[in-house]
C-alpha cells in the first residue's frame, strides 16, 4: 500500500486553465505539506497544514488554494496556470519532528 | 528566516570512489535530516541527527553532526551506481516546517 499518494502524476494544460492535485497519506501523521521543485531541483515548501489547519503559507501566489478536508488528504488547486508553474508538486507527511514522507509526485506542465 | 548552504552542487566519481555532501547553518540546528532522491523519483527519508557529535552508518553511508550542532556530512564509502541521485539534507525553521539545502547531485561513472 502507498503511504502518500498524489494524483494525477502528470497535468498537460494550456496556460490560463485551472487544475487540481489530489494527496492522501494512510500513515496517520498530523501534518501535511506541499513542495514545489523546479526544473533545478530545488525543493521549496508552499503550504503545510497540521490537523486539518494551515500552518504555513509561503510567499505563493494567490491562485494556488490548498483545502484540506481531513487530516489524511490535502488538495492543491490552482487557478489560472502560467508558463512559470511548469514543475513537479510533491505531496509529503509527517509526523511533528520526524522526517518526511513524499508522495511520488505531479509533474505539471503549462503550454 | 533560516538558511543552509549545501555544497558541492555537483560531485561526479567513478565507481568505488568515495563522496561527501555537507551542510552549513549560520545558526544552531536543533535538529537536521537527509534525503535521496533517484533520478526521476521522490525524495525519500534517510535518517535524522539529533545530538552535538553525532555519527550515524546505514551500510556504506556515513551521516555526522557537528559539535556545535551547525553543520553536518553525508559521506558514502566505495559508491556504486546504485547511489546515483540527488541528496538532501533539511533543517527544521520555525512554524516547524522543513527547509531544504539545494542539493547534491551525485553521478557515478562505471
Known amino acids: 500500500d502507498t503511504a502518500v499518494s498524489q494524483t494525477p502524476k502528470y497535468l498537460v494544460t494550456q496556460m490560463g486553465n485551472d487544475k487540481s492535485i489530489k494527496c492522501e497519506q494512510n500513515l496517520g501523521h498530523d501534518t501535511m505539506y506541499w513542495y514545489k521543485q523546479d526544473s533545478k531541483k530545488f525543493l521549496k515548501i508552499m503550504f503545510s497544514y497540521n490537523n486539518k489547519e494551515l500552518i504555513i503559507n509561503e510567499t505563493v501566489p494567490n491562485r494556488f488554494s490548498p483545502k484540506s478536508p481531513d487530516k489524511a488528504h490535502l488538495n492543491l488547486h490552482i487557478n489560472s496556470l502560467e508558463l512559470g508553474d511548469s514543475a513537479v508538486y510533491f505531496c509529503a507527511s509527517s509526523q511533528r519532528g520526524r522526517g518526511l514522507f513524499f508522495g511520488e509526485g505531479s509533474r505539471l506542465t503549462v503550454l | 528566516g533560516q538558511q543552509v548552504m549545501q555544497i558541492p552542487q555537483y560531485q561526479h566519481v567513478q565507481e568505488g570512489e568515495d563522496f561527501t555532501t555537507y551542510c552549513n547553518s549560520s545558526t544552531t540546528l536543533s535538529n537536521i535530516q537527509w534525503y535521496k532522491q533517484r533520478p526521476g523519483g521522490h525524495p525519500v527519508f534517510l535518517i535524522q541527527l539529533v545530538k552535538s557529535g553525532e555519527v550515524k552508518k546505514q551500510k556504506r553511508l556515513t551521516f555526522q553532526f557537528g559539535e556545535a550542532k551547525k553543520n553536518s556530512s553525508l559521506h558514502i564509502t566505495a559508491t556504486q551506481t546504485t547511489d546515483v541521485g540527488t541528496y538532501f539534507c533539511?533543517?527544521?525553521?520555525?512554524?516547524?516546517?522543513?527547509?531544504f539545502g539545494d542539493g547534491t547531485t551525485l553521478t557515478v561513472k562505471p
Open positions: 533539511a533543517v527544521p525553521t520555525n512554524a516547524g516546517k522543513s527547509t
